[in-house]
Structures are given as structure tokens and as C-alpha cells.
């Protein structure tokens, strides 16, 4: 399925630093960067970052959010996945098996 009406879904990666994930969160939270009825989350993570954060709307709506966010002075580095076509689980099940 091809996003609708040019709305988007990309996840957010960031690497905060050390001792400063709570402050980060609180940051984001604050500002209203993440929207919860739209399907948005923020996830804290153990790997080689710290949240994955998930945003969707407009590219121009996601953009102006990825760049507030990425002004927090606890934010080390970033990377930006953008989804090109979103499936639904029985998308996905259909592709992998074969179908």
C-alpha cells in the first residue's frame, strides 16, 4: 500500500548522550514533536542508538519536526529511514510467503 494523499511514515533514530535519555524524552514530550493519535511512538532502545522514534504526516510536517528535535543539545547523531510503501501485516505475510 502506497502512502495516501502524500503522508508519510519515517522512523528516527537517535543517539543522546550518556545520562541524558530521560531529559531528551522530557524535551520531546514538551514540545509536542510526537503526535499519539496518529500512530507515532518513541521507543527507548539498547544498541547503537538510543530512541526510535516514529513520525507520520506530510514529508514538510515531518521534516520541521526532525529538525526541532535534532536542536536538542542532548542529541549526539541521527539517522532518518523513510518508508517508500507501508504493507499491513497481511501485506507483509502475503510477500513472504511467496504469495
Known sequence: ???????ARVYVLFEIQ??????????????GLISESEGERMDFVHGSFDFVIILQGTMKDIDTRIMEMRKSPFVRRTETLICFEIFTLEDLSGRLNGA
Do not use: V, Y
Not at 18 to 31: H, L, N, T, V
Open 18 to 31: 550518556p545520562g541524558k535519555d530521560k531529559a531528551f524524552s522530557d524535551e520531546i514530550s514538551a514540545k
Open 1 to 7: 500500500m502506497k502512502p495516501e494523499n502524500n503522508r
